[in-house]
């Protein structure tokens, strides 16, 4: 059976590629797709946890956290479809009308 | 629990009314002639009220409820009617400023009461589940509403880096929310709570769950380095959704950090502590020297939203070492006194700053005090009340939260934050100057306040001088409130 | 031995196809990886007996949100934004940054591994029949989480009909 370490191992450097993702990354959809990587490293960190502790409440929380990301989704994009119909770009460094 | 009791019901009752409304408010839309969308606002305002009374006439009794995920008690009470108190404010100061800008739209409203209800229950929670639901009910709405100038670059903006940055947090507060779980196997507070306490439990890995949590919480109330967000969040957005955004959701997150590091962190030793003691140095300070330099008002003020809440993390700080609840309570008076003077400046300078909100220079100003005596004259109190000048309840606020810190000992934090204080002065009073001080003509809207931005404005400027002359029963409750169940 | 090898296979796929996602120039590229990993995190909730989490993994992400991001990326015209500056400049802030949080989780998960050792061996008895299961808790302890979550894809639903509508009326 694989341990526990291993999946937490894992999730870990899922959230860490998203985070640097989004750190680095200057595409607006990109950087939200990085957003949908971390949300699934905290889900497989949850579904690891449920499973060796024989407790499924960590499950349910990832039902809950899916039904979150799905929402997100929703009025991400159409913030993106908006944001793009105003301005015709999504590379966030051109996002700076309110510089000093 | 698999039946669902009434005494249960009522302690979620605030919520379930104004999500009621919220969608009654949609539903009547239609039957609205287009000229007459301000009912909308007063069906909306009449939910805030109803869910207020309904709280205060059949108060529910205090105690857990929905098998341990709801805590009904003075705290939650406590920030239940501030936020029900903000989104009062910031409906009455919206309704003008919708017609005058032509986005009269009843999701404005809708999403207003929404993000209400889930404030109230990020603040009445002992399930983390829920809070993440609640913050995200929040976050979601008002990512909307600061996009809802459509038309608007600056607002599209604010929007889109409010929405990136918020799910980023998110997502770190979630996987600190997974370490609780797989470290204790409960998302309860209370149970959490009890788990915690047994010799032995605290680990490296759970301070490392703390923190992540406390980092997702830091972007909402915006404290360095995680403010990198704020100030254009809050220029680019409607002014009256910044009123209502830089007070409600970030009083929600102090709310969940009370409850979160209040309640589980005390045995965690110097880490939490120090983390906090850290963020609050340097939030206060990049705060208010950033905040000097700006020459928008909006962004002032921005920036000043974020050295208040490194004075409420003092306040936060004290109450960790000390464990008293001199220290929480001093948080609670402080986030209701900020709440009053942020919501009432951001309203009138939605106001002043005329349609499409083209006049937010601080030079925009520019003899306002002759131009307009009355609208002057309220901005000062707000400043004087930001900058804490005596007999405002910027004062008093300050005061509870210095006096708590030297308390609990941090001399250190204190002398920063009194110094900050000073530094504080010197922009909030730069507007004051440049409307009475400077010759010229104002660009500020000259038109005459509305009678809801009035009541709205005159509701704020009383509670500030309420709180700064008679502090005594204001404190009383908050001190009666600063004692989470968990 | 299956498990072992299907979870190192799967666990290599989810993070390769991780990092192609990040740095891939094209948006459209980045979201068909992103599909890979999504496919992999699957595999692994079934590893870990969760048949029903797979399901919702595959029908909702990969069938709902990934198709609705790449429908966007389609409708906001690839060949300006693939054109644009695709990765920060300010790399070495961002470096420090990702350094720190990889260093600190990894430092907590090293020192803190003695607190997973009480789980290593628990039973997994609780966890069969996962979709019965998963149902009661649902409609039972996890009802008012279930109300919450139903208002907060209402507010999803009316901010993205409000932000992508063309025109209001």
Same mark, same amino acid.
């Given at each position: 059976?694989?341990?526990?370490?291993?999946?937490? $191992?894992?999730? $870990?450097?899922?959230?860490?590629?998203?985070?640097?993702?989004?750190?680095?990354?200057?595409?607006?959809?990109?950087?939200?797709?990085?957003?949908?990587?971390?949300?699934?490293?905290?889900?497989?960190?949850?579904?690891?946890?449920?499973?060796?502790?024989?407790?499924?409440?960590?499950?349910?929380?990832?039902?809950?956290?899916?039904?979150?990301?799905?929402?997100?989704? $929703?009025?991400?994009?159409?913030?993106?479809?908006?944001?793009?119909?105003?301005?015709?770009?999504?590379?966030?460094?051109?996002?700076?009308?309110?510089?000093? | 629990?698999?039946?669902? /009791?009434?005494?249960?019901?009522?302690?979620?009752?605030?919520?379930?009314?104004?999500?009621?409304?919220?969608?009654?408010?949609?539903?009547?839309?239609?039957?609205?002639?287009?000229?007459?969308?301000?009912?909308?606002?007063?069906?909306?305002?009449?939910?805030?009220?109803?869910?207020?009374?309904?709280?205060?006439?059949?108060?529910?009794?205090?105690?857990?409820?929905?098998?341990?995920?709801?805590?009904?008690?003075?705290?939650?009470?406590?920030?239940? &009617?501030?936020?029900?108190?903000?989104?009062?404010?910031?409906?009455?100061?919206?309704?003008?400023?919708?017609?005058?800008?032509?986005?009269?739209?009843?999701?404005?409203?809708?999403?207003?009461?929404?993000?209400?209800?889930?404030?109230?229950?990020?603040?009445?929670?002992?399930?983390?589940?829920?809070?993440?639901?609640?913050?995200?009910?929040?976050?979601?709405?008002?990512?909307?509403?600061?996009?809802?100038?459509?038309?608007?670059?600056?607002?599209?903006?604010?929007?889109?880096?409010?929405?990136?940055?918020?799910?980023?947090?998110?997502?770190?507060?979630?996987?600190?929310?997974?370490?609780?779980?797989?470290?204790?196997?409960?998302?309860?507070?209370?149970?959490?709570?009890?788990?915690?306490?047994?010799?032995?439990?605290?680990?490296?890995?759970?301070?490392?769950?703390?923190?992540?949590?406390?980092?997702?919480?830091?972007?909402?109330?915006?404290?360095?380095?995680?403010?990198?967000?704020?100030?254009?969040?809050?220029?680019?957005?409607?002014?009256?959704?910044?009123?209502?955004?830089?007070?409600?959701?970030?009083?929600?997150?102090?709310?969940?950090?009370?409850?979160?590091?209040?309640?589980?962190?005390?045995?965690?030793?110097?880490?939490?502590?120090?983390?906090?003691?850290?963020?609050?140095?340097?939030?206060?300070?990049?705060?208010?020297?950033?905040?000097?330099?700006?020459?928008?008002?909006?962004?002032?003020?921005?920036?000043?939203?974020?050295?208040?809440?490194?004075?409420?993390?003092?306040?936060?700080?004290?109450?960790?070492? /000390?464990?008293?609840?001199?220290?929480?309570?001093?948080?609670?008076?402080?986030?209701? %006194?900020?709440?009053?003077?942020?919501?009432?400046?951001?309203?009138?300078?939605?106001?002043?700053?005329?349609?499409?909100?083209?006049?937010?220079?601080?030079?925009? &100003?520019?003899?306002?005090?002759?131009?307009?005596?009355?609208?002057?004259?309220?901005?000062?109190?707000?400043?004087?009340?930001?900058?804490?000048?005596?007999?405002?309840?910027?004062?008093?606020?300050?005061?509870?939260?210095?006096? %708590?810190?030297?308390?609990?000992?941090?001399?250190?934090?204190?002398?920063?934050?009194?110094?900050?204080?000073?530094?504080?002065?010197?922009?909030?009073?730069?507007?004051?100057?440049?409307?009475?001080?400077?010759?010229?003509?104002?660009?500020?809207?000259?038109?005459?306040?509305?009678?809801?931005?009035?009541?709205?404005?005159?509701?704020?400027?009383?509670?500030?001088?309420?709180?700064?002359?008679?502090?005594?029963?204001?404190?009383?409750?908050?001190?009666?409130? /600063?004692?989470?169940?968990? | 031995?299956?498990?072992?090898?299907?979870?190192?296979?799967?666990?290599?796929?989810?993070?390769?196809?991780?990092?192609?996602?990040?740095?891939?120039?094209?948006?459209?590229?980045?979201?068909?990886?992103?599909?890979?990993?999504?496919?992999?995190?699957?595999?692994?909730?079934?590893?870990?007996?969760?048949?029903?989490?797979?399901?919702?993994?595959?029908?909702?992400?990969?069938?709902?949100?990934?198709?609705?991001?790449?429908?966007?990326?389609?409708?906001?015209?690839?060949?300006?934004?693939?054109?644009?500056?695709?990765?920060?400049?300010?790399?070495?802030?961002?470096?420090?940054?990702?350094?720190?949080?990889?260093?600190?989780?990894?430092?907590?998960?090293?020192?803190?591994?003695?607190?997973?050792?009480?789980?290593?061996?628990?039973?997994?008895?609780?966890?069969?029949?996962?979709?019965?299961?998963?149902?009661?808790?649902?409609?039972?302890?996890?009802?008012?989480?279930?109300?919450?979550?139903?208002?907060?894809?209402?507010?999803?639903?009316?901010?993205?009909?409000?932000?992508?509508?063309?025109?209001?009326?």
């Amino acid at each position: 059976m694989v341990p526990l370490s291993h999946y937490i $191992a894992l999730s $870990a450097i899922l959230f860490v590629i998203g985070a640097a993702g989004f750190i680095f990354r200057r595409n607006i959809i990109t950087v939200f797709m990085c957003i949908e990587l971390m949300l699934n490293a905290v889900n497989l960190a949850f579904m690891a946890f449920s499973r060796f502790r024989g407790n499924l409440d960590g499950q349910l929380f990832v039902f809950f956290v899916i039904v979150v990301a799905a929402a997100e989704a $929703a009025v991400g994009l159409a913030l993106i479809i908006s944001l793009y119909r105003s301005r015709d770009t999504l590379a966030i460094d051109e996002l700076d009308s309110m510089k000093l | 629990m698999t039946t669902v /009791s009434i005494p249960d019901v009522m302690r979620i009752l605030p919520e379930l009314i104004l999500a009621g409304f919220a969608i009654l408010v949609m539903l009547f839309e239609p039957f609205v002639p287009a000229g007459r969308k301000r009912v909308l606002g007063w069906i909306a305002l009449l939910g805030v009220l109803v869910a207020g009374m309904a709280f205060t006439w059949a108060p529910p009794n205090a105690g857990m409820a929905f098998s341990g995920s709801i805590a009904a008690d003075g705290f939650s009470y406590f920030f239940i &009617f501030l936020f029900l108190t903000i989104a009062a404010l910031a409906l009455l100061g919206s309704i003008n400023y919708l017609e005058r800008d032509n986005i009269h739209h009843a999701e404005y409203y809708a999403l207003i009461l929404f993000s209400t209800v889930g404030m109230c229950f990020m603040a009445a929670s002992a399930e983390l589940i829920m809070i993440f639901l609640g913050l995200e009910i929040s976050s979601l709405s008002t990512y909307v509403l600061a996009g809802f100038r459509r038309h608007d670059p600056r607002s599209n903006e604010s929007a889109m880096k409010y929405f990136l940055l918020g799910s980023f947090a998110t997502a770190f507060f979630l996987y600190g929310i997974a370490f609780v779980y797989g470290l204790t196997g409960t998302t309860n507070l209370v149970d959490l709570a009890a788990d915690l306490a047994q010799p032995g439990k605290w680990s490296t890995l759970t301070r490392a769950a703390l923190i992540l949590m406390f980092v997702g919480l830091a972007f909402k109330v915006s404290t360095v380095p995680f403010q990198i967000w704020t100030p254009d969040v809050y220029q680019g957005a409607p002014a009256p959704v910044t009123a209502f955004l830089s007070t409600g959701p970030k009083a929600a997150a102090f709310a969940v950090l009370v409850r979160i590091f209040l309640g589980l962190a005390g045995p965690s030793g110097p880490a939490a502590f120090w983390v906090i003691w850290i963020s609050a140095a340097l939030t206060m300070t990049v705060g208010n020297f950033a905040a000097l330099l700006q020459k928008n008002v909006k962004r002032m003020l921005a920036y000043s939203a974020i050295a208040h809440a490194g004075y409420v993390l003092v306040g936060l700080a004290a109450a960790m070492a /000390s464990g008293s609840t001199e220290g929480a309570s001093a948080v609670l008076f402080y986030l209701a %006194a900020y709440a009053f003077m942020n919501v009432g400046a951001f309203l009138l300078i939605a106001h002043l700053a005329g349609p499409g909100e083209g006049r937010t220079e601080i030079s925009d &100003f520019t003899g306002l005090g002759r131009a307009a005596p009355g609208a002057a004259a309220c901005l000062t109190v707000f400043m004087l009340s930001l900058s804490g000048i005596p007999s405002t309840a910027g004062f008093f606020a300050k005061f509870y939260v210095f006096r %708590a810190s030297v308390h609990a000992g941090l001399i250190g934090l204190t002398i920063i934050a009194v110094l900050n204080s000073v530094v504080s002065v010197y922009y909030y009073l730069n507007l004051v100057v440049t409307m009475y001080m400077r010759e010229g003509e104002p660009q500020a809207a000259r038109t005459p306040m509305p009678l809801p931005l009035y009541s709205a404005i005159a509701a704020s400027l009383f509670a500030i001088f309420y709180l700064g002359l008679y502090p005594n029963h204001f404190l009383l409750l908050s001190t009666l409130s /600063s004692k989470p169940l968990p | 031995m299956v498990a072992e090898v299907t979870f190192f296979i799967l666990s290599a796929l989810a993070l390769g196809s991780a990092v192609m996602v990040i740095t891939r120039r094209n948006p459209v590229h980045s979201a068909l990886w992103l599909i890979v990993t999504l496919f992999s995190v699957g595999g692994v909730f079934l590893i870990l007996r969760a048949p029903f989490l797979f399901a919702v993994q595959i029908i909702l992400y990969v069938g709902g949100i990934m198709v609705l991001i790449i429908f966007v990326i389609m409708l906001v015209s690839v060949d300006v934004s693939g054109r644009q500056q695709q990765f920060s400049r300010q790399w070495l802030v961002g470096l420090t940054t990702v350094l720190i949080l990889a260093a600190e989780l990894g430092y907590a998960l090293y020192r803190g591994s003695k607190g997973f050792l009480l789980a290593r061996s628990a039973p997994a008895a609780a966890l069969e029949n996962n979709t019965q299961a998963i149902g009661t808790a649902l409609y039972q302890n996890y009802m008012l989480p279930v109300e919450i979550a139903s208002i907060l894809l209402l507010v999803a639903m009316v901010g993205a009909v409000l932000m992508a509508k063309r025109k209001m009326e």
